[in-house]
């Protein structure tokens, strides 16, 4: 029922910024968890940023603290990824996906049950 949808991914330069977008429709839940993930090829699936829907508590990833910010809208029905100085270490295929909530919005893509297609991203040195 949970439709997600990913889209804003692109090639840049080391340096460059990006912002993806995800669109979120289906949830019934007032509260529930919904971030980014990224997995890059022979890697595993890690998280990026989590924020938990109808607070905005957020959860950075320390790998891109400072770099990449999620907000939304305030409908929450979508998510932003702004993401700055691109590292090429952050080329990967970006997630957004969703949980219910049962207590903090972790990292853990194990965690989440609800996810769209994926965005590329690609960052070139």
């Known amino acids: 029922q949970v439709q997600l949808q990913e889209s804003g991914g692109g090639s840049v330069q080391a340096g460059g910024s990006l912002r993806l977008t995800c669109t979120v429709s289906?949830?019934?839940?007032?509260?529930?968890?919904i971030g980014w993930f990224r997995q890059a090829p022979g890697k595993e699936r890690e998280g990026v940023a989590t924020?938990?829907?109808?607070?905005?508590?957020?959860l950075v990833a320390d790998s891109v603290k400072g770099r990449f910010a999620i907000s939304r809208d305030i409908a929450w029905k979508t998510l932003y990824l702004g993401m700055n100085s691109l590292l090429p270490e952050d080329t990967a295929m970006y997630y957004c996906?969703?949980?219910?909530?049962?207590?903090?919005?972790?990292?853990?893509?194990?965690?989440?049950?609800?996810w769209g297609q994926g965005t590329q991203v690609t960052v070139s040195s």
């Open positions: 924020i938990t829907v109808g607070l905005g508590t957020s």
């Open positions: 996906a969703t949980r219910g909530m049962t207590g903090g919005c972790g990292l853990s893509p194990q965690q989440y049950n609800s």
């Open positions: 289906g949830y019934t839940a007032s509260r529930y968890c």
